[in-house]
């Protein structure tokens, strides 16, 4: 029997190791190694106010496929569920917009959509954008910011880009590559679009509404891992750190423990047929260092950015604004003209109806998001901080002020890579190193993008290389 060890028992560790039992049957005996005490990653399902709440990522891009498949493959089609028609504002310009629909991550189909949210001169420059002559990309990946800066002027990009970017990768456009985070946008432009607002005028659905844009499942979405790790049959072991890898003969040793401390000696090592590896790219750096050198320089370059989520749950019955969340810009104040800590509120009782059905009887359920790249700010606070800064910006934002009956901090330390122009030639760097080692895979949020559906799709494609390599 073959062995594989999994590296990371998040989404794409987790799935990975389904993948393999599916494709492999039993023929493999799978061990899913985590470093912390439970599986999970950027998942996690925790209990606010006594309702299970997702602290990390809340929910999936439901126009690609690979999530919806995976979720129906599992069994688990039943507790899928779709936002209601409760529609997101934006803090732009010093005011509370709409956001505006018929745009692509901000970039407008038409100077029309964005008008409420930019000044006069703003949407002049939207308007012209058209007239600029055509987009010249060339051959390597471009800075988004610069690009858009000299397209639509400043005024798109900080009141609107920027925050639905910031709300992804925590990172604002200028800091970002055009075809790292918006791929179709690219395509469209070297299809022949003469325009960014003409390519993405192409990337609109024609029907807006029809398809629901985002998922995630009732009970949260922590209930996905284990249903894979428990159809994967893999054994999992938590809070066990793999500290090195090393090519043998006849496949890998793995060295697990801790980092060498007297009162913690490391376990025995293992020995495994092949090795996947799910994890951040610090983790993925350093147990590449000795076995793909290219690879490991190449995670080594990936800049992160840390942020928090603050969960509150507020007494039944509190009223929140008709939408399903406030995005922030970077910089924005209130009327006294002090600046907001968090960048974005998820109204969750507004925006999910899983939730929304329990503001009667139950608590009214409130996300605050806090970190942007390079800009710690409140993240600097301890908890107790972090969420009286939450709970101000929400009385300042919304009128809410009632106090929370529970609240939850989680910190995302260096959780979101950042998708910078060089990105895409770094993770072809890794992927061809990678590809010269016989039983080695990579697979995860650094690789081709950050949302659930593309880490889903790197474990696809991770287990497909193992299992054709073990079975040859």
């Known amino acids: 029997m073959k062995q594989v060890a999994v590296v990371g028992g998040g989404i794409s560790g987790l799935t990975t190791a389904y993948r393999l039992r599916r494709l492999l049957g039993d023929r493999v005996e799978i061990t899913v190694f985590e470093s912390t005490p439970a599986i999970g990653g950027k998942l996690r399902t925790a209990e606010v106010g006594g309702v299970g709440y997702d602290v990390g990522a809340e929910a999936f891009l439901a126009r690609?496929?690979?999530?919806?498949?995976?979720?129906?493959?599992?069994?688990?089609?039943?507790?899928l569920v779709h936002p209601t028609k409760a529609r997101a504002k934006i803090h732009a310009g010093g005011s509370v917009?709409?956001?505006?629909?018929?745009?692509?991550?901000?970039?407008?189909?038409?100077?029309?959509?964005?008008?409420?949210?930019?000044?006069?001169?703003?949407?002049?420059?939207?308007?012209?954008?058209?007239?600029?002559?055509?987009?010249?990309?060339?051959?390597?990946?471009?800075?988004?910011?610069?690009?858009?800066?000299?397209?639509?002027?400043?005024?798109?990009?900080?009141?609107?880009?920027?925050?639905?970017?910031?709300?992804?990768?925590?990172?604002?456009?200028?800091?970002?590559?055009l075809r790292a985070t918006m791929p179709g946008l690219a395509d469209a432009v070297a299809a022949g679009a003469g325009s960014l607002t003409e390519a993405a005028s192409s990337l609109l659905p024609k029907t807006p509404g029809t398809t629901p844009v985002f998922g995630t499942l009732a009970g949260g979405l922590q209930g996905l891992l284990q249903r894979l790790l428990d159809l994967s049959g893999a054994r999992l072991r938590t809070s066990a750190t793999v500290r090195s890898l090393t090519r043998t003969t006849t496949g890998w040793r793995l060295d697990i423990g801790?980092?060498?401390?007297?009162?913690?000696?490391?376990?025995?090592?293992?020995?495994?047929?092949?090795?996947?590896?799910?994890?951040?790219?610090?983790?993925?750096?350093?147990?590449?260092?000795?076995?793909?050198?290219?690879a490991s320089v190449a995670?080594?370059?990936?800049?992160?950015?840390?942020?928090?989520?603050?969960?509150?749950?507020?007494?039944?019955?509190?009223?929140?604004?008709?939408?399903?969340?406030?995005?922030?810009?970077?910089?924005?104040?209130?009327?006294?003209?002090?600046?907001?800590?968090?960048?974005?509120f998820t109204f969750s009782s507004n925006?999910?109806?899983?939730?929304?059905?329990?503001?009667?009887?139950?608590?009214?359920?409130?996300?605050?998001?806090?970190?942007?790249?390079?800009?710690?700010?409140?993240?600097?606070?301890?908890?107790?901080?972090?969420?009286?800064?939450?709970?101000?910006?929400?009385?300042?934002?919304?009128?809410?002020?009632?106090?929370?009956?529970?609240t939850l901090v989680t910190r995302w330390g260096g959780g979101l890579p950042q998708y910078g122009a060089g990105h895409l030639e770094r993770v072809a760097r890794i992927e061809a190193a990678v590809a010269d080692v016989p039983g080695l895979a990579v697979a995860g949020a650094t690789l081709h993008g950050v949302g659930l559906p593309a880490c889903v799709a790197t474990a696809d494609a991770a287990a497909r290389r193992i299992a054709a390599q073990l079975t040859m």
């Open 258 to 294: 801790a980092a060498a401390p007297a009162h913690a000696p490391a376990d025995s090592p293992i020995g495994v047929d092949a090795v996947v590896l799910a994890v951040p790219a610090p983790a993925a750096r350093k147990l590449l260092d000795g076995v793909a050198p290219a």
């Open 299 to 344: 995670f080594g370059e990936v800049e992160l950015a840390s942020m928090a989520v603050v969960a509150l749950a507020l007494p039944p019955g509190t009223e929140l604004p008709e939408a399903s969340g406030i995005l922030i810009g970077a910089g924005e104040r209130d009327a006294e003209g002090v600046l907001y800590a968090a960048k974005a």
């Open 64 to 79: 690609r496929p690979e999530m919806l498949d995976l979720v129906a493959e599992v069994g688990l089609a039943d507790r």
């Open 97 to 177: 917009q709409g956001l505006p629909p018929g745009t692509v991550m901000g970039v407008p189909g038409s100077a029309d959509t964005v008008a409420g949210v930019l000044s006069d001169d703003g949407r002049r420059a939207v308007e012209k954008e058209r007239s600029l002559g055509p987009v010249e990309l060339g051959e390597a990946d471009v800075p988004l910011g610069p690009l858009l800066r000299a397209r639509f002027g400043d005024e798109l990009v900080d009141r609107l880009v920027d925050p639905l970017l910031g709300g992804v990768y925590a990172g604002g456009a200028d800091g970002l590559g």
């Open 351 to 406: 925006k999910w109806a899983h939730y929304g059905g329990r503001r009667n009887h139950g608590p009214v359920l409130v996300r605050g998001s806090v970190g942007r790249f390079r800009e710690p700010g409140a993240l600097n606070g301890d908890d107790d901080a972090l969420v009286l800064a939450v709970r101000d910006d929400l009385a300042r934002l919304a009128g809410v002020t009632a106090t929370p009956i529970d």
